[in-house]
């Protein structure tokens, strides 16, 4: 058995009868032209069907909406990049030299993409049961402590929902600028509550991120945390 072989086993607790599709699915694309992004993409929509599946017969109470949310915790790249470190994955990637210089092994993006790639990998190897039973084993933890759903919205839902309840009409978004190069583009995005006088601005890498941050200042502000922006 090949030191990856032993991993697999130590760490996920499944043999590969095909053992090269756990080698092509730990092999960066920074290394071959054959390597893990097709598994990738298959594991990604494994992994997102098993969450779902897993949600829907343990949360029996909770509505599509919180079901949506908490997969979406589950499966972002974050929760997956923690899940990988655990298992010490980062160590059996196959990395191209560049990649290897500049610590690709230790970053999320690729330890999440890998993580995908191996479920896919399974999902191929041995068929959905086995891909679904080992992000059972992977996510046990994680889906015997998820937080409270109401921790779960995010400031756009939350500040929707303050308003409706006061029957205010929902806040208007706007991109009030919008700079930098293609590939580093900075969004400030404002947020007016018209029947309250409330005008918010909030800034990030992306609109949605940006319309986020302007949200959660209209929150701070109408909770009477601070002042809207000028």
Known sequence: MTGSARWAWQHLNYRFASPDLLDHALTHKSRAARNNERLEF??????GC??????????QTADEGTLSRMRALLVRRETLAELA???SLGE????????????GHRRSSILADALEALIGAVFVDGGFAEAHALVQ???AAKLADLPPPESLKDAKTLLQEKLQAESVATPEYAV???TGPEHRRRFVVECRI????????????SRRRAEQAAAAAALQALDGGGPGAP
């Open 42 to 47: 298959l594991g990604d929509a494994v992994l």
């Open 92 to 103: 059996q990637l196959r990395l191209g030299s560049g990649e290897l210089q500049s610590g």
């Open 137 to 139: 084993r992977i996510y």
């Open 50 to 59: 098993a969450v779902a599946d897993a949600l829907y017969h343990q949360e």
């Open 85 to 87: 470190t655990a298992m």
């Open 176 to 178: 009030a600028s919008e």
């Open 194 to 205: 018209a029947e309250h006088n409330l005008l918010t601005r909030g800034k990030g890498v």
